[in-house]
């Protein structure tokens, strides 16, 4: 069967006609559904388009998306194809790109993924697993390289959409086939292995992702087995041999309904049909030794981590199982480069020349990908003098076992010889309570505010690893973020006491004087987006206890907080069983914040201090400000918890409070203007004031004077304005 579609053969295949006069003057031999290639050029002769509109896309995918709409897409484009396949007419192209019109264009790259599988003479490779899909498919790209033509996944293209388009693209008879395809397109909503017809099905791994929808690893195995059912009459069943018992008894049974012939490779497994022997690690590079066939084979990588290693076995191993000379194939790997962000090693020089390298593994991440990433720094470390930093963003799509999984990290990592770890989304944060105090460099819910803290604990030749999903927070974006700042960064701290901490966080005051009746801000006085290493949920009680009308005058017993020393305003000692009124406690919550009488009001008024936390995480979300300014209840500097705010933060807490102004306290007063509002903060003063129609908001002043002098500043200010 000769490679490629003629026109006539395409309408006949999609039950298609043609749209005016124009028809096709050479074969078809690739497709596309979005423009992104069309877009830098990537297309040579005989390319069709497949028109997919907003409501075909929604409709399939049972959702409402963003997805644009095809027939406007290709304009900019029509000159660089041959063909379009589309619902609807395109009227502006009429007679000048031929055009084929169906019922459905989404269901026609199936239909000619089916076809173009008929004229696929040489050899396709199916890819699935939990994780590793990628890695291994790039790998077998490079070593292919300069040896056979392929037609290889691209990007995120291993869907139910994404593996039929390759499927289709096989029409062109490639010398081999490397398609991905995820746990989407083996769901029930269709196989697309029954499409593609892979000669070889490699599985990669079995995980803890999709937990969210298929809850257990034996589910992932029995939907990623869904593969097989495609695999051809005489095909081959590659498996890691190192995945858990019961996923690869699964495995392994569902491959025996197919075909006898089964291959297995293994980091430790001796008995698989190839293995690893031995490791050598260096600083920028690893010596490894396989055993394959009675034979020891030797080659060298850059940066490896275990799984990486174990992808390079199902790559070889599937080759070798092809023919192919293993000789041949191994000196190429020491310049294999996989994925951006994938165990990149980044070499950063520091402003003050300190030299660090990282590892970016930010690709994403799951829990096998996570320990292999943790086990690689170890190993690496040992050839740093520098400080070893763990940066670890939270494993996605967990489902309810996501807690219980991320604990698995603990015990890895308190033996990393990690000397600081620093964590990022809601489930790390817990793991890093777990951690010895002296190995916390901070938990953030902000990756920007992270980058920042970072490159002061970055010694000389010191190894930083990268690593977390890029879904479902702002992770993703560490991977630019830290080494710009370490680019930038000129100094390190002889220690990380918080004191030091906000002496190079937040160097200068700022401050801002805002018009409430305008909504408009008048200026600013020092440096105005300065940023706290404090939070802001003492301000936001004060705000709701207020709206819960205090009853000032009740009596409390004080509860034996951990925090229960120092003493009152009035002198009193803060003790387990000492009596003291709402009022008394209002008064430490605005002028001295301290913990007890925050959490005994947040338990008096609230029922328990989660539930105080959960209104002001509630009011905090619907006045739009910084997430990251309250993590904890009484809003102190914890290492564990790190908090941060701005002026513009203080601001929309300012018009909260504004209807409250009246019960806060007098700061000042000249001539006819008397300034109300609260000083705060431990580290570094903040203030919250309210004179007139105006809104006074300063942070990062050093001591209680430096704020009243500031208060005096601006009214004399403003007296002067008015005179």
């Known amino acids: 069967m000769t490679k490629g579609f003629f026109g006539d053969e395409l309408v006949s295949i999609l039950d298609g006609y043609y749209y005016g006069k124009k028809r096709l003057e050479e074969k078809i031999i690739d497709f596309e559904y979005t423009p992104r290639q069309l877009e830098n050029n990537e297309v040579g002769e005989g390319m069709c388009f497949i028109s997919i509109s907003n409501q075909r896309w929604n409709k399939e995918h049972n959702k409402r998306t963003n997805w644009k709409d095809g027939n406007v ?49 040489n050899k396709v490779i199916g890819i699935t697993g939990s994780v590793g899909k990628s890695s291994t498919r790039i790998m077998l790209e490079h070593l292919l390289a300069g040896e056979k033509s392929y037609v290889s996944t691209r990007g995120n293209h291993n869907t139910q959409a994404g593996v039929p388009l390759y499927g289709a693209k096989l029409c062109c008879n490639p010398g081999i086939g490397i398609l991905e395809v995820s746990l989407n397109a083996l769901n029930n909503r269709g196989n697309q292995s029954l499409v593609i017809r892979p000669d070889i099905c490699l599985i990669t791994s079995i995980g803890e992702a999709h937990l969210s929808t298929l809850h257990s690893t034996e589910n992932v195995a029995k939907f990623k087995s869904r593969i097989f059912e495609g695999l051809t009459s005489d095909g081959l069943v590659i498996i890691n041999n190192d995945i858990e018992e019961a996923e690869l008894s699964i495995l392994l049974n569902n491959a025996k309904k197919r075909t006898a012939n089964i291959k297995l490779y293994s980091l430790k497994n001796k008995n698989a049909d190839m293995y690893l022997k031995r490791i050598i690690h260096k600083k920028y590079e690893s010596i490894i030794t396989i055993h394959y066939k009675s034979e020891d084979y030797q080659f060298k990588m850059k940066m490896p981590s275990l799984g990486i290693i174990m992808n390079t076995l199902a790559a070889l191993l599937c080759l070798a199982e092809l023919g192919f000379e293993l000789e041949n194939l191994l000196p190429k790997i020491h310049k294999y480069h996989s994925l951006d962000r994938v165990m990149q090693l980044k070499q950063i020089k ?27 720094f170890k190993e690496k470390g040992a050839f740093y003098k520098g400080n070893k ?57 902000n990756a920007k505010d992270m980058s920042r803290h970072i490159p002061f604990y970055c010694t000389e030749d010191s190894l930083v690893l990268m690593k977390g999903s890029v879904s479902g927070s702002d992770f993703r974006t560490i991977s630019y973020l830290l080494p710009a700042q370490l680019k930038r960064s000129n100094q390190i701290l002889a220690n990380y006491s918080p004191i030091n901490l906000v002496g190079v966080l937040q160097p200068v005051f700022g401050a801002s004087v805002f018009d409430l009746n305008k909504n408009k801000e008048i200026y600013t006085l020092g440096y105005s987006s300065t940023q706290t290493l404090e939070g802001l949920s003492p301000l936001i009680l004060l705000y709701l206890l207020y709206e819960k009308e205090i009853k000032l005058t009740k009596i409390t017993e004080l509860k034996g907080w951990a925090t229960n020393q120092g003493r009152t305003l009035k002198g009193r000692l803060f003790s387990e069983g000492e009596y003291f009124t709402h009022e008394e406690l209002l008064d430490e919550l605005i002028y001295t914040q301290h913990p007890s009488a925050i959490f005994q009001l947040a338990n008096i008024y609230f029922g328990k201090r989660n539930k105080a936390m959960k209104a002001i995480i509630d009011i905090a979300n619907r006045i739009e400000i910084n997430p990251s300014a309250t993590l904890n209840l009484s809003g102190r500097y914890r290492v564990k918890e790190q908090q941060t705010y701005k002026l513009e933060d203080l601001r929309l807490i300012g018009r909260l409070l504004k209807k409250q102004k009246d019960n806060l306290p007098i700061l000042l007063t000249k001539g006819e203007i008397e300034v109300r509002g609260i000083i705060f903060g431990k580290l570094r003063y903040s203030t919250l004031s309210f004179y007139q129609d105006k809104l006074i908001t300063a942070s990062g002043l050093k001591t209680e004077e430096e704020v009243y002098h500031l208060l005096n500043l601006i009214i004399d200010k403003e007296v002067k304005r008015k005179k």
């Open 389 to 445: 930093i763990l940066v670890l963003g939270q494993v996605a799509d967990l489902g309810d076992q996501s807690q219980k999984l991320h604990s698995k990290f603990i015990p890895l990592i308190k033996s990393s010889d990690a000397d600081y770890v620093f964590g990022h989304g809601h489930y790390m944060r817990e793991v890093i309570k777990e951690l010895p105090n002296k190995m916390i460099g901070g938990w953030f819910n």
């Open 73 to 121: 897409e290709i304009l900019p484009f029509s000159s660089q194809i041959s063909l379009i396949i589309t619902e609807e007419p395109i009227k502006e192209l009429k007679d000048k790109v031929t055009q084929i019109i169906v019922d459905n264009s989404y269901r026609s790259i199936q239909l000619i993924a089916h076809a173009a599988r008929g004229k696929m003479t």
């Open 350 to 376: 520091t402003s003050d020349s300190r030299k660090v390298d990282i590892i970016d593994d930010s690709h994403n991440a799951a829990i096998p990908s996570m320990i292999n990433a943790i086990e690689t």
